[in-house]
């Protein structure tokens, strides 16, 4: 599964009092299944991007190849490009409807048009990828679940789709500690035991270092940043200037390193910023 | 896109017929309306159009913004004019079967499309030039003579304020929940009337939920503010009217004097 995104452009209300150019020439290429983490300051056009990779919006100019197949098409088949790609809206859980969970995750897999059993069988291992029982949730109405569990239960809805890319918008927000905690795990587990190439746009520096195995970083409808999250989250001044912050272990090092000579570590994690002090220290000794 | 729809918006400008009195324009525009069932010739038109076009001129309102806003209505125009084209008796022009045009069935078809047209673009003009809290300071100021007789001015005026407001965000969570389910494979295109129909719950359910979740979220606000009602309710923008209001009421006294003439050309 590749996606190739070429030159993308796209204004918003054209010749219109509201006209916004969202979108100002973005391309990057994904080969390989892995997390690609979207980071960027509000406006800067991280969902529109999103919603043109699952054809929700037509480009103004540009074209989005995925495995080959230009979808920027304008007799391309939208169904199967969506049966591939998954997108997860910011607060997915508005979307449910069904009186059910398990209906409401089967609605993906229905308009598809596969059969009863394989429904079923979708049905199952998407609340089992997001860690709901089948047998607690599936005939409770989604509307008694808790605020994580309904997150959970709207990502199983587009997790049984069975896409081969995934991508979410801002799954972390507004959810209390454990949830999120759990949303972390979770995504990083659906990457890992379904092989899919994740895309995850976050506000949140520390998740983004903690899952990503590639940043991009948007700003003004480009992609001005295009690296690994170690990389990316040295350039602390860049960022800064734009108004984005960096992991919040990434700046306690950055303020270390200003008062201690000859101390250098660029971590992702506090984790990872223990080990680099404990190691200055060995050194030092 | 659904943001494409006009009615009701406000484009931003700073034209003579901006800046002129809330009131003066709701007046204006109902004067108008009923001008435009006074007509009934084609002269009569004519000026009701000219003077229309004139103050779109004043406005500086690009044309193409203003009809856009019309393509939403054209069912309702085709329909009426339809319904007219061949529902008036008279010298026929046209026969097959059991359908047939008449000469004043065509003539009160057009006239009754042109009065719709004239009449849409008329009241768009006041909510193209007039913000939407001032258009309802004024039809407060308006009402406010009726709240001696129990009409609840203030009440009426804020409903009118929040449901302005909420025009867009509620469309803008519209569009938002379409492509959640677009996302999920809904399909609201094909299919006959029946499955078009069905497919619209899983639109409408959450639809309604965000509806009554925003509503609960800014009555909580208003009483976090401490919103009490109209009674000794001051304002931070006084509305007064100004020379060109005075202008603009000569204007319209000619223009209704016009109106009225042109019935007897
Ligand atoms: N439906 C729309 N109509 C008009 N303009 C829009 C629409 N959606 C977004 N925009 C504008 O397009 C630009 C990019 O918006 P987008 O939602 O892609 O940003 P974002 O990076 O996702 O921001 P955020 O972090 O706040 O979610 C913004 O300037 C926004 O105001
Ligand atoms: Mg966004």
């Not at chain 1, 899919?196 to 949140?204: A, D, E, K, Q, Y």
């Not at chain 2, 606000?221 to 009490?228: N, S, T």
């Amino acid at each position: 599964m590749t996606i190739e995104v070429k030159d993308l452009k796209y204004i918003y209300s054209p010749d219109m009092p509201g006209e916004t150019t969202a979108l100002d020439g973005v391309s990057f290429d994904v080969t390989e299944p892995s997390i690609i983490g979207i980071i960027g300051h509000t406006g800067s056009g991280k969902s529109t991007l999103l919603q043109h990779l699952n054809g929700l919006i037509k480009p103004t100019s540009g074209e989005i190849y995925i495995d080959g197949e230009c979808i920027t098409d304008e007799k391309k088949n939208l169904t199967d490009v969506r049966r591939k790609i998954g997108l997860v809206f910011q607060y997915p859980e508005h979307q449910l409807f069904e009186e059910t969970v398990a209906k409401d995750v089967a609605f993906g897999p229905k308009n598809l048009g596969l059969e009863e059993e394989d429904i079923d069988r979708r049905v199952r291992r998407a609340l089992y990828m997001v860690g709901l029982d089948y047998d607690e949730v599936a005939d409770v109405s989604s509307f008694e679940l808790s605020g994580g569990m309904k997150r959970r239960a709207a990502i199983a809805g587009v997790i049984a789709m069975e896409p081969a890319i995934l991508m979410l918008d801002e799954p972390m927000a507004g959810l209390d500690p454990q949830a999120h905690r759990d949303m972390l795990a979770l995504i990083k587990k659906v990457q890992r035991d379904m092989k899919l190439i994740i895309l995850i746009v976050s506000h949140n520096m520390a998740d983004v270092a903690e899952l990503s195995d590639r940043v991009l970083v948007m700003s003004k409808g480009r992609i001005i940043m295009d690296d690994g999250p170690h990389e990316i989250f040295k350039r602390y001044d860049e960022l800064s200037a734009m108004g984005l912050s960096v992991p919040p272990a990434a700046e306690i090092a950055q303020k270390i390193s200003k008062k201690v000579k000859g101390f250098e570590s660029n971590p992702l994690s506090i984790r990872e910023l223990a080990d680099d002090i404990e190691e200055f220290r060995r050194t030092k000794r | 896109m659904i943001r494409d729809i006009t009615l009701g918006q406000y484009y931003p400008g700073g034209s003579a017929v901006h800046r002129l009195d809330a009131r003066t324009k709701i007046i204006a525009t109902l004067v108008y309306i009923a001008a435009l069932f006074v007509v009934n010739n084609f002269w009569g038109f004519l000026i009701a159009a000219a003077s229309l076009f004139t103050v779109i001129a004043i406005s500086r309102v690009p044309l193409k913004f203003i009809f856009r806003g019309l393509t939403a209505v054209f069912l309702i125009i085709a329909f009426t004019f339809i319904i007219n084209l061949f529902m008036v008796d008279g010298r026929v022009l046209w026969e097959w079967k059991f359908l047939s045009i008449t000469y004043e069935g065509l003539q009160r078809a057009c006239f009754m499309a042109v009065r719709l047209v004239l009449l849409i673009i008329g009241s768009s003009m006041m909510t193209l030039t007039t913000k939407p809290i001032e258009l309802t300071d004024g039809l407060e100021k308006l009402l406010n003579p009726l709240s001696k007789i129990g009409v609840p001015s203030h009440e009426i005026a804020l409903m009118m304020t929040i449901a302005l407001r909420f025009i867009p965000t509620l469309m803008e969570e519209t569009d938002k929940i379409i492509k959640a389910q677009q996302a999920r494979g809904a399909d609201f295109e094909s299919g006959n009337l029946l499955s078009r129909a069905k497919a619209l719950i899983p639109i409408l359910i959450p639809l309604f939920i965000s509806s009554f979740r925003i509503a609960q979220d800014l009555a909580l606000a208003m009483e976090a503010r401490c919103y009490h009602g109209g009674e000794g309710r001051t304002r931070m923008n006084q509305i007064r009217f100004h020379r060109g209001d005075a202008a603009a009421a000569v204007l319209l006294i000619a223009f209704l004097g016009v109106i009225i003439a042109s019935r007897w050309i």
